[in-house]
């Protein structure tokens, strides 16, 4: 069962009204504490999000049997927290532990309450804050921060600005040559860890391979600086690429043995399913190294992959002074005036000026009337906001 919050103060514990946070700090946390604290003391607020929390939480579950879960309020606090401020769990995983101020946003005492958090906890519980949940409480978020807002602008009309950003993924320079080297390292390691799991002979030597697949890969780069010529650079190219093919028919056989094994579990199958993965990618690399290098053809874009991890990542130039290039997934948000976000949009190969008239749209039909004034909530497109690349 889960609780929304404990309402019984315990010895040593500090109302989440009487918080108190640094104003003159520049951090990000105590900004997003503040918004969190809003929430809790705002009664019609609270008691929206709850209920949207209880209903949208796991529905199939009776919360009323079973072991005591982690409290819905220590949920959305960890999980706008994560979001918001950017980290990974392992740093949440630190903050939840050692900062003071948040551990009594969840609840703790400061001087006797050890209560401790794992990973693995934080991982089960914020991870139920699904895409679609996240979006509807933004929407209660942001229609409490209206009402807020709209006691000091009674009338006034909401204007949105639309624009979009980078969100830059994890991922190194691409190049042919080093997206080859990663998809053969991959199966590789994987192929030889289900030998060594299984206790086969077969790849016995793939770190002795891998590392003079790395150096050819490493002389391609050496070929091409300065005034190499070309037939040096093609020759590197074509070293490379036999040794990547013989590689490939090497894993092959070993791959087809441990396919038709009995007893595999799911794990060892899933593992199988990346390595076939990986050798696709290899296998695509090869071919548009020989089109590029040896035939001289023009690669297409849009046949072009910039990480084989995390294969949605694009090449976009928006022509920043000193970012010529970025890599990794537009979002395109739009904002009011009161810096509230009222919509956004993963971009997948979009532009701005062909989405913003759609999201502005979208948004004035999700904004309800504000109670209690007579505030028009219509947005109008700004007119710096038409035309934005």
Known sequence: MRQVINSQLEFGQVDISQIKFDLKSRDGMPRVLRGLQHIYVTANLREAVFELLEKEM????NKGNGRRGMELWKILVLGVLRLDLNIDYDHLHDLVNNHSTLRQMLGHADFYDKTYYHVQTLKDNVGLLSEELLIQLNELIVNGGHALVTKKSDGEVLH???DSFVVETNVHYPTDSSLLLDALRKVLFLSADLCAKFELSDLRQYRY?????????????KSR?????????????????????LEL???TPVLENLKQREDLNLIDKLSLDDINRYVAHAKRQIKQIERRVIHGEIIPHSEKIFSIFEPHTEWISKGKAGVPVELGMRVCVLEDQH??????????KETDDKIAITMVESSQKKIPPAKGSELRQR?????ESRGIT
């Open 209 to 221: 391979n891998f590392r003079k697949l790395k150096y050819t890969q490493r002389q391609i780069q």
């Open 339 to 348: 810096q509230f976000i009222l919509h956004h949009v993963v971009m997948e």
């Open 249 to 251: 028919v090497k894993v």
């Open 379 to 383: 947005l109008s497109l700004s007119s």
């Open 160 to 162: 949105g600005r639309c």
């Open 225 to 245: 600086r300065g005034k190499a010529l070309d037939d040096k650079v093609e020759s590197a190219y074509r070293a490379y690429i036999n040794l990547a093919e």
């Open 58 to 61: 796991l529905p199939t579950i």
